[in-house]
């Protein structure tokens, strides 16, 4: 989605126009979902907080003055919840730390700017923890050093520290990379790389569930009533019987009244035939003249000829 496209969708739903609003939030999914989890230390949390944020933009859309500052407005947004819930995950022993090694190839010699990206991001998550928060915090959420600091308990100067620290670790390393042949595009932002990283994570599938939990008569369709005897179809459906027009059933009517004069016509001629042929029966066997009618005898009882 475009620049005038998401203004355009804010403004409309603000104005309560529901479609508007559907597009907005499977929008706003992919930056939520990523950012939550880059920012909390399990996956169940980012599917939770991700579903959490998207019913506070719903509540709270109102509040934003200028749709352009759509995009700082939902990373704030996002930021807050999850720091607020990070905190209390991590003193319940949830880290989510990983042991495994990262480990990662370049397709090719040549990235693209979504592979460039997709660089950016691992060597980010190879960092510790603290300078992986405020780099997060500050490319995602679009925080201050100031803001940071005051979400994370850290002083301003040392969370600056940390995010410039953190920078050169990352760009330096794509640099070494790029010694070695590696060709990337628009690297020259941390932060810009970071946040493309974010757009290119949509998750449709995902997101339409999600969408649809949260605004369920704006999106869903009403399902067809299921059978009560347990799901199972009938066997022998009754075809529906389909009105017939007035004028056919004149037709039709018609139709049988010529039918039954043609049947009692029918039945008159074969009985004046049958009359006839009967009268002209005796005639049709008297003997021709020189010609002997042979009389068979009467047969005696008991025997049939």
């Known amino acids: 989605m475009n620049k005038e496209a998401l203004i355009f969708c804010v403004q409309a739903a603000k104005k309560g126009d529901r479609q508007a609003l559907e597009q907005l939030l499977l929008f706003a999914y992919g930056i939520v979902d990523y950012q939550c989890r880059k920012l909390l230390p399990t996956a169940q ?19 934003l003055e200028n749709p352009e500052d759509f995009f700082s407005w939902l990373g704030k947004l996002t930021s807050v919840r999850c720091m607020r819930v990070r905190a209390t995950l991590l003193e319940n022993g ?73 920078q050169q670790a990352v760009l330096g390393q794509m640099k070494r990379y790029a010694q ?20 290119l994570n949509p998750a449709p599938e995902k997101a339409q569930l999600v969408v649809y939990s949260i605004l369920p008569q704006q999106t869903r369709r009403p399902a067809p009533e299921a059978p009560r005897n347990g799901g199972a179809r009938p066997r022998n459906p009754q075809p529906q019987q389909v009105p017939q027009p007035k004028s056919e059933k004149g037709l039709i009517r018609t139709l049988a009244i010529i039918a039954g004069i043609l049947a009692v016509v029918l039945v008159i001629s074969l009985t004046v035939l049958f009359t006839k042929l009967k009268k002209a029966q005796p005639a ?20 049939i000829l």
């Open 94 to 166: 949830q880290t989510g730390d990983s042991t495994e090694p990262v480990s990662f190839s370049f397709p090719s010699m040549e990235l693209n700017k979504a592979e460039t990206a997709k660089v950016a991001e691992m060597l980010t998550d190879m960092l510790d923890t603290d300078q992986k928060l405020s780099l997060y915090l500050f490319s995602l959420g679009t925080l201050t050093p100031k803001a940071i600091g005051q979400l994370t308990g850290v002083p301003e100067e040392t969370v600056q520290a940390q995010i410039q620290s953190a």
């Open 45 to 63: 949390a980012a599917d939770k907080m991700t579903a959490i944020v998207l019913k506070a933009v719903v509540s709270k859309l109102d509040t």
């Open 180 to 199: 070695q042949g590696v060709t990337f595009t628009q690297a020259n932002s941390l932060p810009a790389l970071l946040r493309t990283r974010m757009l």
């Open 284 to 303: 049709a066997w008297a003997p021709l003249p020189g010609q002997v009618q042979l009389l068979l005898p009467e047969a005696p009882q008991g025997y």
